[in-house]
């Protein structure tokens, strides 16, 4: 018998903001992570991160999803991620627990290579790239700000990031703090202003819409040469993306809300120009790849959603590194002591807004073990 999965564990991280910010659904007041951490019998470990919070998916790891692979061998990655999604689907049947799915299956992609000493690209079918363009993400709303405030500080950050990065990424849903459309679309002026013609500039609206007043946003932002509308209505909505994405000339952008089997009516109907699956929530590596390959086939490039600790961020470089044409890192500057502090190397930029993908074995970063302790929450 060779190496076997020890232990599944999970690992919650919290750190407060000094600062909160907001974006259409809500202000942001902390940053949380909750990791996955699988020890094989060698002592080998590998790493995974899921989506979301930690509450209630904290004991779906460690309680449901966790004991199911404990014994078993952690090569036969994509056995043990099919075996959890029937053991998620058939214990909760209205949902699959995809967020700990996602970090179980990412935590034996990194264990694998790591016992087979190749990164996680090549375990994928190899990287077309050894680095990857990023965009930044960014441009929250500000706390305690009035609406001058807001333009002028979310130009700022945006001048910044695009002398750094590709292309920059702003939030519209002002609604949060009581303004509209009218001022979101007057956001996106000031910033496309701001940043100058030559930016591309990508707008998040976090499903802040009806499908009638995104169209009338949407033609705002193709008259700003906005590359992406992202999640323009709410990700139910599949006849909203549909008529968008005839209505507009604006790509039509969204995902990171949708499990595997939404992408494939997304797919189907023609909801998408941009498919944006999260690694750490759509069901880890096995099912992003998935569903990167039925977005091949229906001509959709993929640029995933990425928010979290350098393990999502490394776990979605593998992947990116794999896709075809011209992928970018959604690399988020916003403000996150975890980002900052997990990994003893920080994932960051060259001087061409390009990110590298890790190098060595499995994901390709080390962890900070003190770090980890130190944000620890029970
Ligand atoms: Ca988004």
């Known amino acids: 018998m060779g190496v076997t999965i020890d232990r599944v564990g ?61 014994g078993e061998d952690p090569l036969d990655v994509e056995r043990l991620s099919e075996t959890l999604y029937d053991v998620g689907r058939a214990a909760y049947q ?48 500000k706390h305690g700000c009035d609406l001058d405030e807001q ?4 130009a700022a950050e945006a001048i ?8 920059v990424k702003l939030k519209t849903g002002l609604d949060l703090i009581g303004y509209g459309p009218r001022e979101d679309v007057e956001l996106v002026r000031r910033v496309r202003e701001a940043v100058g013609d030559e930016a591309t500039l990508l707008v998040d609206a976090n499903y802040a819409y009806d499908a009638p007043t995104a169209r009338e946003v949407g033609r705002a932002l193709e008259s700003l040469d906005v590359h992406w509308f992202e999640e323009p209505v709410p990700p139910e909505d599949l006849d909203g993306y549909a008529h968008l994405r005839e209505a507009l000339d604006v790509r039509v952008a969204g995902g990171e809300c949708h ?27 096995t099912a992003a790849r998935r569903v990167a390959t039925t977005a091949s086939a229906h001509g959709v490039p993929v640029v995933p959603h990425v928010w979290g600790t350098p393990v999502a961020i490394a776990a979605s470089l593998h992947l990116i590194s794999t896709l075809p044409g ?22 960051t930029a060259d001087d061409d807004g390009r990110v590298p993908v890790p190098e060595g074995p499995g994901l390709g970063i080390e962890l900070d073990e003190e770090a980890i302790a130190r944000y620890r929450v029970e």
């Open 10 to 70: 999970a690992v919650p991280l919290e750190a407060p903001l000094s600062e909160p910010f907001g974006y259409a659904q809500e202000w942001v007041t902390e940053r949380s992570a909750l990791l996955v951490r699988i020890e094989a019998s060698d002592g080998t470990v590998g790493w995974g991160e899921c989506w979301g919070p930690i509450a209630g998916t904290r004991g779906t790891v460690e309680r449901l999803l966790g004991p199911e692979i404990e």
């Open 151 to 154: 333009y002028e500080r979310i």
């Open 259 to 285: 499990a595997p089997y939404e992408f494939d009516r997304l797919f189907e109907r023609g909801c998408l120009d941009v498919a944006q699956p999260d690694v750490c929530n759509v069901g880890g590596l």
């Open 160 to 167: 910044e990031n695009a002398a750094a990065l590709d292309a």
């Open 94 to 141: 209205s949902v699959v627990p995809l967020p700990a799915l996602s970090g179980i299956d990412v935590a034996l992609w990194d264990l694998t290579g790591k016992l087979l000493d190749v990164p996680v690209s090549t375990l994928l079918g190899g990287a077309r790239r050894s680095a990857v363009r990023a965009y930044a993400t960014g441009h929250y709303f």
């Open 326 to 347: 011209h992928p970018w890192l959604e690399f988020d500057r916003s403000a996150n002591p975890l980002r900052e502090a997990v990994a003893a190397d920080p994932l």
